[in-house]
């Protein structure tokens, strides 16, 4: 055996680079299955293990402080959890052979073996290809130094003290009273999400739009559904709208598309991420086709004892068994920790993705799950049907209520549920629905076998057909024909 | 053949016996399937096609209408589904062997042959065994007529007009300002719901319940949390109570238990329901060991072409495949609309049902599925193990939120689920989230399986982890422990 000697011990450390979900999610469970194991974590920020999905709410102001975003603090980890957590420390090289990591830190260059290696490095928010992009005034919002900064601004211009400039006059267009106004590129979660957040704080918000339609990973009605009442909000929606530059001086004055200029004192962009696989590739560690980090079931990587989890790693898609890229929360933390299980000496699958998402957007909630997108549906041997049914949420009788938007796709010849999508005002349950729909996918149900769910029923909750039955009342009536 | 010809046609009608949920559906199932097959429904009441779970909400006011109960009228039914529904007509007899059934009504006795028979006789509600049930003021709630009564009652008590005996000073023992006091005779749904509706027309309300927990269909940690909370809302709880008589003079005045005696102006048995069987078991049509009428999966009884559906009648239980007697308005629909099709040509099999009910208590929520007693599932073969969770509805840090206590109930040999019973305050999604149990349990999934769902997730809806998959965590911990 040329294999270094692999025993678990305080001479065989397990290494995490990495300290937020999917990271201290394997450290605290490796912790919990082997309270003697050395454990040691390296995070580049300060921050560690905290609810980047909050941030948007944290910029709205529902949320007071950043360190309420914080499940566990450093100090919790290193002191109750027994975890060496190395905060201000980069990791900047893997090396395989020698089961070594180097970091980087102020206090100078360490090396540290491991037994076994977590790659958690997470993903960074895409900068897009155009000019602009570095003045003053334009913000991702990737991490939390992002939201503290985007916070700040708003206080600021509600202050009275943004960046307006004075000699250009009022510069919003259609509300009367502004802050602002400002532009949001990308019409994803994060686009959806901060564009609440600021139009709630007085914001005249433009929301640009590369493609026709908002949320494109939702069903086409759910996008309809969300962008009517997006404009309902008053957001500027321009659809569509590829953006080519963002002009001004040291700071963004204006966002340039091909068909009109429009004024902003700040733009968040909001494009999507990529996941971080710069120390993976340069270790030679295979990268899939999604270009993340390319994992078997356990979550290991091509390269022994080296493990990927959250938004640097793929995962399996529970639908069509192939690797894709999802970088969510769930998936983080639970892929952690399987890793944790794992290398403490129970093997755990870390389980597949069904690309479930779920969104707020002032006043509606949306969710999605499986494979909605006939190409991709295709590419995975389906012959992709859809029904798109609008039902009540609750007995029509009954005072409460609103409607339910369900789209539910599955495939023509064998039946089997591939993907919805769902939309309904806020509190009347599309995400929380959406839950039928996962596990349905989950375990291969066909369409059939979702219509005869015995879901709970009372009037103040649904009608005797919940709407997902409706929806696939609906559609078994169609592979029926 | 010594059977009669059995073609489809206008000879050869199809014959319903109820016209409520199963009985409407199958006609308009039938009609739509069949548009020239003759369709007859006799119903022996006047109301047809109702939501009578919706009748507490009609008696506590938030209803205006009776009318708004029903879905479809009788008018609708004759007029645009071609349905020739016989409303005032009782049906007496079933001769299985001439293929006919006898009808009663005002104007006379009418003998229709039928090709197809749905038995959709119903439910009724049970009248507990006891002293002065037949005493005015009190009810049950059963019926359309029922409900118009406690409407009146409700109406007439707040306007000053109850039945308060002037001698006997103030009753209520402790509201200071009450109207009453009345009684609640059972802890099942209808109890429950009632006790919102008295309680919240400011009626001080005593709930008896004969065991030592409410719900009893739910688990222990559930009926705990509807109980604290009818305490919360000021109704008098008394458990282990069992009503020995409702004593007074022509009107009801007192509910005597062993320990007590409490003063009443008006009392509700909510003491659940049997199904009206007489008509089958007159007609040699087997009931099975629950009482309710047998029938095979595609709901045919024992008599050829004589199908039963909906509160009169058994169905199997998905998770221990026995026949069970759980009757709701889903199955109800869904096994007349499946028989619908059968007998116009398309067998459909009615489907299953895991008793998955849900039930709104003031300001929470409740639902249960599947198996959850212990000795139920030892019967069905199985060694079941449980754990309770209290987990939070939203992430922690969003404005919003509650908590969701969950139970959950699996197999410890299979790991496969059983069970759930789930309560949170209103509107935090107890029932709504409890879709994805009941798709597991009737799927055969296991605890492993439901830990792996790809839930939908953000702040505004759950934790990282839904509470669903956080009793999934600690259940599935246990059993690989």
Same mark, same amino acid.
């Not at 493609?211 to 309809?224: A, H, I, N, Y």
């Not at 390319?294 to 022994?304: G, P």
């Not at 597949?352 to 707020?360: E, L, N």
């Given at each position: ?237 321009? $659809? !569509? ?5 963002? %002009? #001004?001086? *040291?700071? /963004?004055?204006?966002? =340039? @598309? &091909?068909?009109? +200029? ?109 494979? $909605? !997108? ?5 590419? %995975? #041997?389906? *012959?992709? /049907?859809?029904?798109? =049914? @609008? &039902?009540?949420? +609750? ?87």
């Amino acid at each position: 055996m040329c294999l270094p000697a692999h025993t678990v011990g305080m001479s065989d450390p397990f290494v995490v680079v990495g300290g937020d979900a999917a990271g201290m999610s394997a450290a605290s469970k490796a912790r919990r299955e082997a309270p003697d194991r050395e454990i040691v974590v390296f995070e580049k920020g300060e921050w560690v293990s905290y609810g980047a999905c909050g941030l948007p709410y944290y910029v709205k102001g529902e949320i007071q402080s950043l360190e309420d975003l914080v499940s566990v603090t450093p100090e919790e980890f290193r002191e109750e959890r027994d975890i060496d957590l190395r905060t201000g420390h980069e990791v900047v090289a893997v090396d395989t052979d020698e089961r070594t990591v180097t970091a980087e830190s102020e206090s100078g260059t360490v090396t540290q073996s491991y037994g076994d290696l977590l790659l958690a490095t997470g993903s960074e928010a895409v900068v897009p290809p155009i000019d602009g992009t570095d003045r003053e005034g334009v913000y991702t919002l990737g991490s939390m130094s992002d939201g503290k900064e985007l916070r700040e601004y708003v206080a600021r211009a509600r202050d009275g003290e943004g960046f307006q400039q004075p000699d250009r006059g009022p510069a919003c267009r259609y509300l009367e009273d502004c802050t602002g106004p400002v532009g949001v590129v990308g019409g994803g979660y994060i686009g959806i999400e901060m564009a609440e957040a600021l139009a709630e704080n007085g914001f005249e918000v433009n929301l640009f739009q590369r493609g026709d339609r908002v949320l494109k990973g939702f069903s086409d009605e759910t996008s309809e559904y969300v962008a009517d009442h997006l404009r309902d909000k008053d957001v500027a929606l321009h $659809l !569509d709208a590829e953006v080519e530059e963002l %002009a #001004g001086g *040291d700071r /963004v004055e204006t966002v =340039v @598309t &091909a068909d009109d +200029r429009i004024p902003v004192e700040m733009v968040l962009l909001g494009t999507g991420v990529r996941p971080r696989t710069d120390l993976a590739e340069a270790a030679g560690i295979e990268l899939g086709e999604t270009g993340a980090i390319s994992a078997d079931a356990y979550r290991e990587t091509s390269a022994l004892d080296v493990y990927a989890a959250g938004d640097c790693a793929e995962a399996t898609h529970v639908v069509t068994g192939d690797p894709t890229y999802v970088p969510l929360a769930l998936t983080a933390n639970r892929h952690g920790r399987a890793i944790g299980q794992t290398v403490t000496g129970t093997p755990t699958e870390g389980g597949g993705v069904a690309g479930t998402a779920a969104v707020k957007a002032f006043d509606v909630e949306a969710a999605r799950t499986g494979i $909605l !997108d006939y190409e991709a549906a295709r590419a %995975a #041997g389906f *012959d992709p /049907v859809s029904e798109t =049914v @609008t &039902a009540k949420s +609750r007995a029509g009788y009954y005072p409460e209520g609103g409607n339910v938007r369900l789209t539910l796709t599955a495939d023509r010849d064998s039946g089997r549920v591939l993907g919805a999508s769902l939309a309904s005002e806020y509190g009347e349950g599309a995400v929380h629905r959406s839950h039928a729909v996962v596990a349905a996918l989950s375990e291969g149900a066909t369409v059939a076998d979702l219509e005869n769910y015995d879901l709970a029923y009372a009037p103040p909750f649904n009608t005797t057909w919940d709407p997902v039955l409706v929806a696939a009342k609906v559609l078994g009536g169609q592979l029926r024909d």
